[in-house]
């Protein structure tokens, strides 16, 4: 069974910095593109920045939010710096293939940026 387990997320201080990690289990990793997104209350859930071939942010994270992926471990991560109040939301892991249709997606992880 496919699994994506996000972690990482918290509370900090505007400025601050979290780094959120994504595991992902039972599925061979390098096809998939690996993605963030995240959903504040009231709205729809948003992309933040994927990793396939291509790097791609939103314009809101850019020069401030950095994703990697380690192939070797199954994991992609999220570094993310110069936080803003407006960053609030629940963080989701995505990883889509380039081969199928198959996309799953993990649990969410909550990052709260507040004084």
């Known amino acids: 069974q496919v699994q994506l387990v996000e972690s990482g997320g918290g509370l900090v201080q505007p400025g601050g910095s979290l780094r959120l990690s994504c595991a992902v289990s039972a599925i061979t990793f390098r096809p998939y593109v690996m993605g963030w997104y995240r959903q504040a209350p009231g709205n729809e859930r948003e992309f933040v920045a994927h990793?396939?071939?291509?790097?791609k942010y939103a314009d809101s994270v850019k020069g401030r939010f950095t994703i990697s992926r380690d192939n070797a471990k199954n994991t992609v991560y999220l570094q993310m710096n110069s936080l803003k109040p407006e960053d609030t939301a629940v963080y989701y892991c995505?990883?889509?293939?380039?081969?199928?249709?198959?996309?799953?997606w993990g649990q969410g992880t909550q990052v709260t940026v507040s004084s």
């Open positions: 995505n990883a889509k293939s380039t081969i199928t249709s198959a996309d799953y």
């Open positions: 990793s396939g071939d291509n790097t």
